[in-house]
T-cell receptor, first 116, second 114 residues
Framework: AQSVTQLDSHVSVSEGTPVLLRCNYS??????LFWYVQHPNKGLQLLLK????ATLVKGINGFEAEFKKSETSFHLTKPSAHMSDAAEYFC??????????????WGLGTSLAVNP | EAQVTQNPRYLITVTGKKLTVTCSQN?????MSWYRQDPGLGLRQIYY???????DKGDVPEGYKVSRKEKRNFPLILESPSPNQTSLYFC?????????????FGSGTRLTVV
């Protein structure tokens, strides 16, 4: 079975400094991987996705993530944090279950705080 | 605008009083799903539907029902809500269960059962 581990439950950075949110996964085959963001009292928004194409994936709002098969990692980065980036971030792996159904396996989330 | 619409956004109810949370999508997606989000537990799948009249249990289906009579709608029904169903609920949809497209999520329904 596949699983996702977000290595930090909380990350705090200063505005203008880099962001690194770490995610490791376990998978018996090539996974599809995603990062979602959830702002306070808002829904979940897809930031970016990896689906076996380029290993460096660019998403919205300046975020990107690199798929490293050898390290089973999919860390999320941004060169310069903005106050509006403060949110909860979820790393997600897609798992194939019975037939053609695919299920999302969610990490527990990383809360990102951005300090002025 | 392509979106998933959930209603209501907030709901406080009493134990045992039947309720329905509606979910509607305007993207002609075949696949729809319900999740609940709880602190320390992340998002867990309640039910999903591959298409009209095709539904199946997720990881935590107890105490919930769903129906898929039309492609666009996927209501979540709590026949007899209990306090342990207090949670934040999300509806999501995608094409054909191929989640490499990514899901589109609704804005969530915060349910409190007292």
């Amino acid at each position: 079975a596949q699983s996702v581990t977000q290595l930090d439950s909380h990350v705090s950075v200063s505005e203008g400094t880099p962001v690194l949110l770490r995610c490791n996964y376990s998978s018996s085959y090539s996974p599809s991987l995603f990062w979602y963001v959830q702002h306070p009292n808002k829904g979940l928004q897809l930031l970016l996705k990896y689906t076996s194409a380029a290993t460096l994936v660019k998403g919205i709002n300046g975020f990107e993530a690199e798929f490293k098969k050898s390290e089973t990692s999919f860390h999320l980065t941004k060169p310069s944090a903005h106050m509006s980036d403060a949110a909860e971030y979820f790393c997600v792996v897609s798992e194939t279950v019975a037939g053609n159904n695919r299920k999302l396996i969610w990490g527990l989330g990383t809360s990102l705080a951005v300090n002025p | 605008e392509a979106q998933v619409t959930q209603n209501p956004r907030y709901l406080i109810t009493v134990t045992g009083k039947k309720l329905t949370v509606t979910c509607s999508q305007n993207m002609n997606h075949e696949y729809m799903s319900w999740y609940r989000q709880d602190p320390g537990l992340g998002l867990r799948q309640i039910y999903y539907s591959m298409n009209v009249e095709v539904t199946d249990k997720g990881d935590v289906p107890e105490g919930y029902k769903v129906s898929r009579k039309e492609k666009r709608n996927f209501p979540l029904i709590l026949e007899s809500p209990s306090p342990n169903q207090t949670s934040l609920y999300f509806c999501a949809s995608s094409f054909r269960g191929q989640t490499n497209y990514g899901y589109t999520f609704g804005s969530g329904t915060r349910l409190t059962v007292v």
